[in-house]
C-alpha cells in the first residue's frame, strides 16, 4: 500500500496537466461531461464511475473517452486491474490517437498500472511508445514524467544504473525548462530520487541533490503564480528530509540545524509530519523519545483496525528503537507482530484480487450478451430483407438463404464453444468463491443475507437438488429455517432473480454439460436428468437462453467429438 501510494503523485502530475489543457466541452454547465467526471473522480470515484456509464447509455461521448476515464477513477481507487481492463480498451481504439490529450492519460494509466502489478517489462514496453509520443507532441511535462517512470520499473527491475540514467534524463529535460510551471513537477523529481540515494545508503549524493531541491524552492518563492502554502509544506519535507540525512551521515551539528529549520514552519505541527520526526529521532539514535511518542501519543494496543501498513510502521520503529537501546527480547516480539500483519495482509490481498477478476469476468460476460443481441438484431434484418425481396429475385433469394443458413451454423458452433468456456470460467469462478468462503467464514462484516444465499447455493449445489423437479421455495424455506420475506430480499440482493428463475439458470447450465458428455441422450432424457418436468417447456428455456435449440447444440456437439481423433 505505501508503495501504491508513492506513485499516486507521478499520476497526479499528468492529471493536473491534462486538467489545464483540456478542451472545455459544448456544455461546461452540465454534469455529464468527462471535464466534470475528471474534478470530482478523486473525492467521489463511485459518482464519477455511475455519470460515466450515463455517458455511454446516453452516448454523449466517444465509447474509447469514456473507457480511457473510466481507468482513471479505477486507478484512484486502487483497483489497478480494473484500471488497466479499462485502460487498454481504449487504447485499442483507433479514434483515441486523434485525442492526444486523452491519449497521454490513457497512457500513463497503463504504465502505471503495470508498475503497480509489478509487470515492469509490459511497463516499459509502453512507456518506451509513450516517451515516443509525447516528444512529437512536444508535452515536455508527459516526456519527463514517462522518463522517471521509466527509471522507477528499472529500478524494481534490479537495474540500477539505467534507472538513475532515467531519472536524470526526466530531472534535466525539467531544469532546462524556463517555465515556472514545470518547477514543482522538478522539486517532486528531487524528492524521489533522494529517497532512492538515502534507500541505498548513498547519503552524499543525496543531501547534493537536497541542495538543488532548496535552491529551487527559493526560486519558485519568488514567483507569481504558485501558492505560498505549498512554498511552505515543501520547504518542511525538505528540511526534515536534510536532517535525518545528515544525521545518517553523523554530522550531528547540521542535522540539528535543519531540525531547528522544520521546527520553525507551521506543517512541522501538523500530525503527517509525525512520521518524519520519528525516522530522525531513529537515525539521531533518540530511542527513548521515540518510545515516548508512542506511549504517550500513539498506544499499540489500540482497538481500531491494524491490519494496515501504517501499523507496520510503527512496529518497524518501534523494534528498531528496542535493538537501539538492547531491549533484543521486546524487539523480537516486535518483530513477530509484523510478521503476523504481514500475513493478514497476503492473504487480504489475496482475496481482493479474486473479487477484482470476478467483476472483469462479469463485465466481459456482459459484454459478450450485448454482442450477441447485436448479432441477433442483425440477423433479424438479414431475414426482414430477404422475405422483402424474395417475390422478385427468387434466384438470389435462394443463394442468400442458403448463406444465412452456413452463417447460422457458424454462430451456432462458435457459441457453443464460448458456452464451454463460459462453463470452464464460471467453475473457476466458483472455486474462487468457494476459497473467498472460507477466508469470510470469520468475518464479521459479511451480511447475513450474503451468508443465507452462501449456504443456499451450497445446499443447492452440493446436493444437487436442483435436479428434483418438484423443489420449491417452500422446500428451501425449512432447510434454511427462514420466512418468505427474508428468502425474497436475500435472492433479489444476490441474484436479481426470482428462485424460479435461479433454479432454471443452474438446471440449464447442467444440461449444456450433460449435453456434452452424453450426446447420444435423447433431449427428453436430458431434460429428466437435468431437474425439468417439462421437455417441451425445457427447449423453450433453452432455446431463450442459448438463442438455440438442444438438438442443435447436441448436433455440433457430436459433429465435434467426429472430428476429434480418438483417445489411446
Known sequence: ??????????????????????????????????????????????????????????????????????????????????????????????????????????????????????????????????????????????????????????????????????????????????????????????????????????????????????????????QDGIPLG?????????????????????????????????????????????????????????????????????????????????????????????????????????QKRIQVIEDSLNVRDKKETALELATIYKLQEKEWNIRQKDEQLHNSFIVQVLLGCAFVLALISLWLAIRHMNIIRKKNILMANKLDSLMSYEREIDRLHRQIAVIEESDQENSLNKSLFKKMERLIKDEKLYLIPELSRQDMLERLSIDKNRFGQMLQENTNMTFSQYLTEIRLKHALTELKIHPNYTIQAISEESGFANTRNFQRLFKAAFDMTPSDYKKIVQEKQHREPPMD
Do not use: W
Request: charged share 25%; hydrophobic share 35%; glycine share 4%.
Open 1 to 222: 500500500m505505501r508503495y501504491a501510494l508513492s506513485c499516486l503523485p507521478s499520476i497526479s502530475i499528468l492529471f493536473i496537466c491534462i486538467t489545464a489543457e483540456a478542451k472545455a466541452d459544448a456544455t461546461s454547465d452540465s454534469i455529464y461531461t468527462l471535464k466534470h467526471v475528471l474534478k470530482v473522480h478523486i473525492a467521489t470515484p463511485d459518482s464519477a464511475l455511475s455519470l460515466l456509464n450515463t455517458m455511454e447509455a446516453k452516448k454523449l461521448e466517444k465509447l474509447c473517452l469514456i473507457n480511457a476515464q473510466r481507468g482513471i477513477v479505477y486507478a484512484g481507487k486502487g483497483q489497478q486491474r480494473m484500471a488497466l481492463n479499462y485502460a487498454l480498451k481504449a487504447y485499442q481504439d483507433t479514434i483515441l490517437r486523434h485525442e492526444y490529450i486523452y491519449y497521454l492519460q490513457t497512457m500513463s494509466c497503463i504504465v502505471n498500472a503495470y508498475k503497480l502489478l509489478e509487470n515492469h517489462k509490459l511497463s516499459i514496453r509502453y512507456l518506451t511508445e509513450g516517451i515516443k509520443a509525447a516528444r512529437e507532441m512536444g508535452h515536455k511535462q508527459t516526456e519527463a514524467n514517462f522518463l522517471f517512470t521509466m527509471g522507477e520499473n528499472y529500478y524494481a527491475l534490479n537495474q540500477k544504473q539505467e534507472a538513475y540514467d532515467y531519472f536524470i534524463q526526466a530531472i534535466n529535460l525539467l531544469e532546462n525548462e524556463e517555465s515556472f510551471r514545470m518547477k514543482p513537477y522538478l522539486s517532486y523529481f528531487y524528492g524521489e530520487l533522494t529517497s532512492y540515494l538515502s534507500k541505498e545508503g548513498k547519503y552524499k549524493e543525496a543531501i547534493a541533490i537536497c541542495n538543488k531541491r532548496e535552491e529551487l524552492i527559493n526560486l519558485m518563492k519568488k
Open 230 to 334: 505549498y512554498i511552505n509544506q515543501q520547504s518542511a519535507y525538505l528540511y526534515i528530509k536534510q536532517a535525518y540525512l545528515y544525521a545518517k551521515s553523523e554530522e550531528t551539528e547540521k542535522a540539528l540545524d535543519y531540525f531547528s529549520r522544520f521546527s520553525a514552519t507551521n506543517y512541522s505541527k501538523k500530525k503527517d509530519m509525525q512520521r518524519y520526526v520519528l525516522v530522525y529521532q531513529l537515525a539521531m539514535k533518540q530511542y527513548g523519545q521515540v518510545l515516548d511518542y508512542y506511549e504517550k501519543k500513539e498506544p499499540i494496543n489500540q482497538t481500531t483496525d491494524t491490519i494496515n501498513n501504517d501499523f507496520i510502521e510503527v512496529l518497524v520503529n518501534l523494534s528498531e528503537a528496542c535493538q537501539g537501546l538492547s531491549n533484543y527480547r521486546e524487539a523480537l516480539q516486535y
